[in-house]
């Protein structure tokens, strides 16, 4: 064999040496995890709505669950027939999208649903 045969043969096995080897080095290019807190919405709370049926007029008190942030602030209502002669209101907090329905029977009955 030949002097550049011989230099050859040496680092093509070292070539695939190297390229068989598993990577252990670790690369600056991928981000490292961090960690961030993580904060708990607060509890929600419960309030009284004044239910006003449209038709008739009679109001009713119930108590509701809503999200702490939407408490001092006043719903926006909307009314439609509903089956079997029952009126379904909606409840709509604007400043976080939370509904409560609030469904009056023709009986008078009130069934809330949050």
Excluded: N
């Excluded at 096995?13 to 993580?38: G, R, S």
Aim: hydrophobic share 40%; with cysteine.
């Amino acid at each position: 064999m030949g002097k550049l045969a011989k230099l050859i043969l040496p680092l093509g096995v070292v070539a695939m040496l190297v390229a068989a080897a598993p990577a252990a080095v670790a690369c600056d290019c991928c981000p490292q995890p961090c960690c961030k807190t993580v904060c708990c919405p607060p509890p929600p709370v419960q309030v009284e709505l004044c239910i006003v049926d449209p038709c008739t007029g009679c109001s009713y008190k119930e108590c509701v669950c809503i999200p702490a942030c939407c408490a001092d602030e006043q719903p926006c209502v909307e009314c439609r027939p509903g089956l079997f002669g029952r009126k379904v209101l909606t409840y709509t907090w604007p400043c976080c999208g939370h509904q409560v329905k609030a469904i009056i029977t023709k009986h008078g009955r009130v069934i809330v649903r949050d």
